[in-house]
């Protein structure tokens, strides 16, 4: 953990630093930066988060009688303030281009617009995943999104798993770890990825045995 809250620190004033000096040059450059600076305090703030949340322990009688999970919102920012980076540098090119009416010039608007305008949009998408309800277990089951609820007494195996996928020119070449929940449905597999939502593996884990309990107590 140490060492990836120096690494983004080091990054962060390294951008901010040069943020401060683009300022009296060129203000679009300058902005740039300070967004690169942000996105790393964030980048700190997600690394921190994670290892303490990690560390707590969820007592059965302060979970909800619901928990909704939803997109990391840290995930969010900092997908929004990398998009704002592109758009920020397609209107720094739109800004230098001398308007004539030649093939080159129009060409070169069309795709710069284009350029912007299409990170502008995921920038509106990311908006909209904010509030998002991606899963929601309770002592009834699991849903999933909006699709039906998976009962409990249909559910069997349910756990948080990992996957290291493997590439096929290298049995050795590794891609980053990812994060599932796994469980069987009517012996149905179902898995969904889960790393980029508001909830640590460790906290997943625990949710899921808390409302096993509750489910197969209310059964009783």
Known sequence: MKFGIIFYAILG???????????????????????GAFIN??????????????????????VSEEVIIKYSRSGRIIAIST?????????????????????VTIFLLIVLI????????????????IPKVMISINRKGIQIKDNPRYFWNEIQLEKITSKHLVSRESKHDYKPEI???????????????????????YQFAQVLKIFRSRSNHSDL
């Open 179 to 201: 994060n599932y929940l796994y469980f069987f449905h009517n012996n149905e597999k179902i898995e969904i990825k889960i790393d980029d939502f508001d909830i640590s593996n």
């Open 83 to 103: 998009y704002c980076i592109f758009v920020m540098i397609g209107i720094l090119f739109l800004s230098s281009i001398v308007i004539k009416l030649n093939f």
């Open 13 to 35: 004033i390294l951008a901010f630093t040069l943020g401060i000096y683009f300022l009296q040059y060129n203000f679009i450059i300058s902005i740039i930066f300070f967004i």
């Open 114 to 129: 284009g350029f912007t305008g299409h990170f502008i949009t995921k920038i509106v998408y990311e908006i909209k995943k």
């Open 41 to 62: 305090g964030i980048f700190i703030h997600k690394e921190y988060s994670i290892h303490k949340h990690d560390k707590i322990e969820y007592e059965e009688n302060t």
